[in-house]
């Protein structure tokens, strides 16, 4: 009953990683629908950038938890991030928190950036979860198409849904495409058109990032209910 009591109110905890320690905050979805969805920042970000919070927000209106964090390093008001294995035990330390305070039905991992990318190694190494929630995921750095970060989205198992930009600097189009013909698992990519690493779209697009927010969330919801199936 406790547990259930939480899901309802959501809350801040503190999650112990290693030796050290982070925050992350819960927050339930609208008609607590059981689905939580743990969602990390990108590099430059935190668990409180705009960016961050707007997205989970308009998750929550449809139905599914949030679980927003910081990276250790971001803890510590720091800009530079942390090795990968170090982004990936944050990311698990918060994961077994949110198993612990609220016992989800469905349990999806994800995030901006670099922690969608730090999520989809989790992934890649059989991290259990229902599924995997990428937003501009950062196939390369910007200018450099060769230095692809690839080599592990094969090993992934789990359905994804991935959405990028086509102007995002740090996905060229063509290249994700190439990428997704060595992958195995059921993946979809969502081009937004027009939109940015941050899914901004300018004037002429005849949108405005709201709609693209609500679009993306109303994507998202319809793929979570898929899963469930």
């Known amino acids: 009953m406790a547990t259930r009591e939480r899901q309802r109110t959501g809350g801040e905890w503190r999650v112990r990683v290693g030796s050290e320690e982070t925050s992350a905050i819960f927050e339930p979805g609208a008609g607590n629908d059981d689905k939580v969805f743990v969602f990390a920042h990108g590099a430059g970000g935190n668990m409180n950038d705009r ?12 139905g599914i938890g949030t ?12 800009g530079r991030p942390d090795p990968m294995p170090k982004l990936k035990d944050a990311f698990s330390a918060v994961v077994a928190r949110a198993r612990e305070e609220v016992s989800p ?19 890649a ?35 994804v849904l991935c959405f990028n930009g086509t102007r995002d600097p740090f996905c060229t189009p063509a290249l994700m495409e190439e990428v997704l013909k060595r992958v ?7 081009w937004v058109e ?3 690493h941050s899914f901004h779209v300018s004037k002429s697009s005849g949108k405005t990032d709201g709609e693209v ?17």
Not at 184 to 190: G, I, Q, R, Y
Not at 224 to 229: F, I, K, N, R
Request: charged share 25%; aromatic share 6%; with cysteine.
């Open 67 to 78: 679980v927003r964090f910081n990276f250790l390093y971001k803890e510590k008001k720091s």
């Open 184 to 190: 195995k698992t059921k993946w979809e990519m969502v």
């Open 194 to 196: 027009g939109a940015d």
């Open 125 to 159: 190494d059989q991290f259990e979860c229902a599924g995997l929630l990428l937003l501009a995921y950062p196939l390369h750095p910007p200018g450099k198409p060769d230095q692809l970060r690839d080599a592990h989205l094969p090993s992934i198992t789990v359905p």
């Open 51 to 62: 960016s961050v919070v707007s997205t989970a927000r308009a998750l929550q209106e449809r």
């Open 213 to 229: 927010l609500s679009e993306m969330a109303d994507r998202i919801r319809d793929w979570t209910s898929s899963l469930g199936a």
């Open 105 to 123: 039905r469905m349990l999806i991992i994800g995030g901006r950036s670099m922690g969608g990318r730090a999520a989809s190694m989790l992934a």
